[in-house]
């Protein structure tokens, strides 16, 4: 079944949805599992092993930090950042670390316990981390092997290759793919938006579904607000300085050039992202869209309708459920992990989705929709994953607002033309996973290749 309005915007923490948020459900998964076999009490002792992107970047990304705190019973929606940094210097400081909710104290020194194995790639995916849990006699209770396949998702090792599901009963319109999706949209006469709408109200009522509508777009504006707050240095080492807040007081200075200048709007986009972002790489709350490394992307054009085009909640709702249905399509025909297919995979994701969102809530049509999406990703075809010291910053942050101003010109494309055009959106998601395929490893999350080895970190 496609993925959901809810499935692809979710609230989490930073710095990575598939490194931080991923490998956090994970553990939270294998303790259930052990709870619902009835041996959680048993447990003495938990390793974890992390494969290929996950150990390669896993320090930067903070995949360790995640492990434990999905062990002792942090979930990446409802995680306090204050609280969880507070438990894990607990851990640190004691060796000692209680499993779950209602689950048994046990050692536990990530140094023993977290075993980094960034040259063994599984075949299934580069995104791979291993549970066992060992009882007092050192026997083995319990493995599980899990898969954080972009955006926060988690697949068992069972569930493996399955098409994607998402929560709940079976939605109306189960489109495969772009020609589907428009297909069904003009058999029924809706809107993109119509149609996704119809599929979120099969699954939760129509108040529940605005609502949760309007949250993601509220939890969007709170990140961006946090960030435009926070001085000072990111974590991690690479001394980046935030600048997010340096840039707002100079556009609000400016106020008067402004006026006179044709493009200060960019500026304002550039600015939304980078705040997101920033606040992301520090390890805040945001929300996934579709990933925490290009978590900015989408905040950055969805407000820039609403404040220059003076958007309104209905303007927003569209929006959001129009860039749901593009990100759909990526997320069952290609990937949407930067480990996978590069960064196309991640900023070129986000950035298909906020071209199709803005053009809808611009009043585009269906075909100028799918041809925003498309110029939006046939322009980031090809673009690598490289993080410096395998931190979500270098290129992450700039690159978000790039992405933003990019989305924002594909969509002015196709709103000028009528939707007719070469390339369709699902020949463009077939040759962004091809292309991520075709990829030498050295630019997929591993740090290994690009910016990550070519710029001297200090
Ligand atoms: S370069 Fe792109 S895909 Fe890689 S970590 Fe940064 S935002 Fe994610």
Redesign the pocket.
């Known amino acids: 079944m496609s993925a959901g309005v809810f499935d692809l915007f979710k609230l989490g923490v930073g710095p990575?949805s598939s490194h931080t948020m991923g490998p956090m459900t994970a553990a939270a998964r294998f303790l259930a599992a052990l709870a619902d076999q009835g041996d959680l009490a048993r447990v003495v002792r938990v390793e974890t092993t992390l494969y290929a992107s996950l150990a390669m970047t896993g320090r930067g990304h903070a995949t360790d930090r995640a492990v434990i705190l999905g062990l002792a019973g942090f979930e990446p929606a409802t995680i306090d950042p204050d609280a969880a940094e507070a438990q894990l210097a607990k851990i640190a400081e004691s060796g000692r670390l209680t499993l779950g909710a209602g689950g048994p104290e046990i050692a536990y020194s990530a140094a023993d316990d977290i075993l980094w194995q960034g040259r063994t790639r599984l075949p299934q995916h580069p995104n791979a981390l291993r549970f066992l849990a060992l009882d007092g006699a050192g026997a083995p209770l319990a493995e599980g092997l899990y898969f954080s396949i972009g955006g926060g998702f988690v697949v068992h090792e069972t569930e493996f290759g399955a098409p994607p599901v998402s929560s709940g009963p079976a939605i109306p319109y189960d489109f495969v793919s772009a020609d589907d999706l428009l297909a069904m949209a003009a058999r029924e006469g809706v809107s993109i938006a119509e149609l996704m709408w119809r599929n979120e109200t099969a699954r939760r009522t129509p108040d529940e579904v605005n609502a949760g509508l309007d949250a993601i777009f509220e939890a969007m504006e709170a990140c961006i607000e946090r960030g435009l707050r926070q001085d000072g240095c990111l974590p991690g080492g690479l001394n980046v300085r935030r600048r997010a807040r340096q840039h707002f007081n100079e556009l609000t200075r400016r106020m008067e050039r402004n006026i006179s200048d044709p493009l200060a709007a960019l500026d304002w986009v550039n600015l939304w992202a980078l705040s997101v972002n920033e606040e992301n790489a520090a390890g805040g709350k945001v929300v996934t869209a579709p990933?925490n490394?290009?978590a900015g992307l989408l905040p950055a054009v969805l407000r820039f309708y609403d404040r220059f085009y003076r958007g309104g909640v209905e303007g927003r709702r569209t929006f959001l459920l129009t860039a749901a249905a593009i990100g759909a399509l990526y997320k069952r025909n290609a990937s949407i992990s930067?480990a996978e297919v590069?960064?196309q995979?991640?900023?070129g994701v986000a950035c298909s989705m906020a071209a199709a969102g803005l053009t809808a809530a611009l009043g585009g049509d269906n075909a100028q929709i799918e041809n925003a999406a498309e110029i939006a990703m046939e322009h980031n075809l090809g673009l690598t994953?490289?993080?410096i010291g395998g931190l979500?910053q270098v290129?992450?942050i700039e690159?978000n607002a790039m992405g933003a101003v990019k989305a924002i010109d594909a969509s002015r494309l196709a709103l000028l033309g009528d939707g007719q055009h070469t390339v369709s959106l699902d020949k463009v998601i077939a040759t962004m996973k091809r292309t991520g395929e075709d990829m030498n490893e050295i630019y997929k999350?591993t740090s290994l290749g690009g910016l990550a080895v070519n710029v001297v970190e200090c």
Do not use: K, L
Request: net charge negative; aromatic share 0%; hydrophobic share 15%.
């Open positions: 990575s990933t490394g290009a930067g590069g960064c995979g991640e900023v994953c490289d993080p979500v290129p992450c690159r999350e």
